[in-house]
């Protein structure tokens, strides 16, 4: 449905928009899939969710590292960080480092070998917080 949004306050107002793409059908979960919900509770939330979706958060001092997880195909905004080392599967000897700006948004299909099975360090020089949606099973 067409509409139009005015900013009616007198601070910058931000928001974002998250669809799925057309041709994108959930891709289940894989064998042994592990939740950084349940293995990382200090470092992910979820803020909410639905049948679809999950918006959660992913927060982490310098220096800090979550436990081995999976993730389903999602979608990565980055609100704070500069920075962050992904271990894919895992493999500390197979380290990917990724320079991040705020606002920077990152698709991260499974089918993408990092973002399907790994750990994370905020190897960045400030505190890290990234939103990201994720679409269900």
Same mark, same amino acid.
């Given at each position: 449905m067409a509409h139009q949004v005015e900013n009616a306050g007198e601070q910058d107002g931000r928001a974002i928009f998250v669809e799925p793409y057309p041709n994108c059908q +959930?891709? *289940?979960?894989?064998e042994g899939y592990i939740s950084p919900f349940d @293995? =990382?509770?200090?470092?992910? #939330?979820?803020?909410? %969710?639905?049948? !679809?979706?999950?918006? *959660? @958060?992913?927060?982490?001092?310098? &220096? !800090?590292k979550d436990a081995l997880h999976h993730h389903r195909d999602h979608l990565i905004f980055?609100?704070? *960080?500069?920075? @962050?080392?992904?271990?894919? &599967? &895992?493999?500390? %000897? =197979?380290p990917m480092v990724v320079p991040l700006a705020p606002g920077a948004g990152i +698709?991260? +299909?499974? =089918? !993408?070998?990092?973002?399907? #099975?790994?750990?994370?360090?905020?190897?960045?020089? @400030?505190?890290l917080k990234m939103v990201f949606f994720e679409a269900k099973k």
């Open positions: +959930p891709c *289940g979960d894989p @293995v =990382s509770p200090e470092c992910y #939330k979820i803020l909410t %969710e639905d049948d !679809a979706w999950i918006t *959660g @958060v992913m927060t982490m001092e310098v &220096g !800090a980055v609100e704070e *960080g500069d920075g @962050v080392t992904i271990y894919p &599967g &895992g493999d500390e %000897e =197979s +698709p991260a +299909p499974m =089918s !993408a070998p990092p973002f399907a #099975k790994h750990t994370l360090m905020n190897s960045g020089t @400030v505190p």
